[in-house]
């Protein structure tokens, strides 16, 4: 009878000193950013979507203007509309003057100015207006927050379309020990506005011995229920696995990293992989209180793979209409006022982010390395 015992994987402390190592993901082709003018239509399909992320408390009375005539009302009626002009004449009006009507529209016109997952885009932002556009800290316009579940840490998703979804994730205190090793089921990216993150990919070994360190399961996605509501989502066991570390990078406020979605393939099989593939699966932990703004794009026709507890069931369902895990308006606007202070003093000095490209390093792993600060240190390792 094979016995497993239990192994949660914990990224040290170590690793946010200066021990990158690795390649770091990219992406096959980068999305088309610069953008002159958006038709009124496609805006206001925006500025629907975005009304539909706000606190579902309070989104109502904003997705009934955003449906109506709000865009017309704050930007005029126009068959399209220039962003960077846009953008201006919001930034130009005044804080105190300025209504949340405005806000959510500035909110809207700023997803279109820039894109996540293209790093030229984001190297030619500057990261403290980037993050002022959103106007997350206005308390009547609270994107929908909620406990992540497994991962410690608080998402609030602040646009989402059939394609993208934007979250502003924010990790408390004690996430050193944090997720279980993933991939995600479209490309993604982060850009760090506080504190710091690490992330590492990892190689699995499929095996049922008794060396195995984590269920493998594969992520069947349930479909929405009404705008933008997933119900559930349905993990399903496909046998254990052991994992390698290949890479291990450490980001801080204004740098910015890509992960790239798993190409079509039959399972988990390394072998089919070709180099840039191998860096999907990853996991990440980060210093106290540190904020991120994560992107991702979907993919209809991709399974996704996650790891969990060796000794997990069959089937792992979880949900997301439970209310204890939607913050209220109030619990949401306290954590947000308190992050934006905190936010805006760490970006005074960071100009423009780093980017995957000025970042690349291409190290090989050292071996002798990851034995020193991975495996023989207990508090660090397995």
Same mark, same amino acid.
């Given at each position: 009878?094979?016995?497993?015992?239990?192994?949660? #994987?914990?990224i040290g402390k170590?690793?946010?000193?200066? =021990?990158d190592?690795?390649l770091?993901?990219?992406?096959p082709?980068?999305?088309?950013?610069?953008?002159?003018?958006i038709?009124? &239509?496609?805006?206001k399909?925006?500025l629907?979507?975005?009304s539909?992320?706000?606190?579902?408390?309070?989104?109502?009375?904003?997705? &009934?203007s955003?449906?109506s005539?709000?865009?017309?009302?704050?930007?005029?009626?126009?068959d399209?509309?220039?962003?960077?002009?846009?953008?201006?004449?919001l930034?130009?009006?005044?804080?105190?003057?300025?209504?949340?009507?405005?806000?959510?529209?500035?909110?809207a016109?700023?997803? @279109?100015?820039?894109?996540?997952?293209?790093?030229?885009s984001?190297?030619?932002?500057?990261?403290?207006?980037?993050?002022?556009?959103?106007?997350?800290?206005?308390?009547?316009?609270l994107?929908?927050?909620?406990?992540?579940?497994?991962?410690n840490?608080?998402?609030?998703?602040?646009?989402?379309?059939?394609?993208?979804?934007?979250?502003?994730?924010?990790?408390?205190?004690?996430?050193?020990?944090?997720?279980?090793? #993933?991939?995600?089921?479209?490309?993604?990216?982060? =850009?760090?506005?506080?504190?710091?993150? =690490?992330?590492?990919?990892?190689?699995l070994?499929?095996?049922?011995?008794?060396?195995?360190?984590?269920?493998?399961?594969?992520?069947?996605?349930?479909?929405?229920?009404?705008k933008n509501?997933?119900?559930?989502?349905?993990?399903?066991?496909?046998?254990?696995?052991?994992?390698d570390?290949?890479?291990?990078h450490?980001?801080?406020a204004?740098? #910015?990293?890509l992960?790239?979605?798993?190409?079509?393939?039959?399972?988990i099989?390394?072998?089919?992989?070709?180099?840039?593939? @191998?860096?999907?699966? #990853?996991?990440?932990?980060?210093?106290?209180?540190?904020?991120?703004?994560?992107?991702q794009?979907?993919s209809?026709?991709?399974?996704?793979?996650t790891t969990?507890?060796?000794?997990?069931?069959?089937?792992?369902? @979880? &949900?997301?209409?439970?209310?204890?895990r939607?913050m209220?308006?109030?619990?949401?606007?306290?954590?947000?006022?308190?992050?934006?202070?905190?936010?805006?003093?760490?970006?005074?000095?960071?100009?423009?982010?780093s980017?995957?490209?000025?970042?690349?390093?291409?190290?090989?792993v050292?071996?002798i390395?990851?034995e020193?600060?991975?495996i023989?240190?207990?508090?660090?390792?397995?």
């Amino acid at each position: 009878m094979i016995i497993f015992i239990m192994k949660r #994987h914990i990224i040290g402390k170590n690793f946010f000193e200066d =021990v990158d190592f690795g390649l770091e993901g990219t992406l096959p082709t980068f999305p088309n950013w610069e953008l002159e003018t958006i038709s009124r &239509e496609d805006l206001k399909v925006i500025l629907i979507n975005a009304s539909y992320s706000i606190n579902p408390e309070i989104n109502k009375k904003w997705i &009934e203007s955003a449906e109506s005539n709000l865009l017309e009302a704050v930007l005029g009626e126009k068959d399209e509309y220039n962003i960077k002009g846009s953008l201006m004449f919001l930034r130009n009006i005044a804080e105190k003057d300025k209504t949340s009507e405005q806000r959510l529209v500035q909110r809207a016109v700023s997803i @279109k100015s820039y894109d996540l997952l293209n790093p030229v885009s984001i190297a030619k932002q500057d990261l403290k207006t980037l993050y002022l556009d959103l106007c997350l800290d206005d308390p009547e316009l609270l994107p929908e927050g909620r406990d992540a579940g497994a991962v410690n840490k608080i998402a609030f998703r602040f646009y989402q379309d059939d394609e993208r979804r934007y979250k502003f994730h924010i990790y408390p205190p004690n996430t050193l020990a944090d997720e279980y090793p #993933h991939e995600h089921y479209g490309d993604s990216a982060s =850009v760090i506005l506080k504190g710091a993150l =690490v992330n590492q990919h990892f190689s699995l070994n499929k095996t049922d011995d008794n060396t195995a360190e984590f269920g493998l399961y594969v992520l069947k996605k349930a479909p929405f229920e009404g705008k933008n509501q997933r119900v559930e989502k349905k993990l399903y066991r496909e046998g254990n696995v052991n994992l390698d570390l290949i890479t291990s990078h450490c980001y801080r406020a204004g740098d #910015h990293y890509l992960l790239p979605a798993p190409a079509s393939r039959d399972g988990i099989s390394s072998d089919k992989l070709i180099e840039n593939d @191998k860096l999907t699966f #990853h996991q990440v932990a980060t210093e106290p209180n540190t904020v991120t703004i994560f992107a991702q794009r979907f993919s209809k026709d991709i399974t996704s793979y996650t790891t969990d507890d060796i000794s997990g069931p069959e089937i792992i369902t @979880k &949900e997301y209409t439970k209310p204890k895990r939607i913050m209220t308006p109030e619990e949401a606007g306290q954590m947000m006022k308190f992050f934006h202070r905190k936010i805006l003093e760490e970006l005074e000095g960071v100009e423009k982010p780093s980017t995957i490209i000025d970042r690349s390093k291409g190290k090989p792993v050292n071996d002798i390395l990851i034995e020193r600060l991975y495996i023989k240190d207990k508090e660090l390792g397995f």
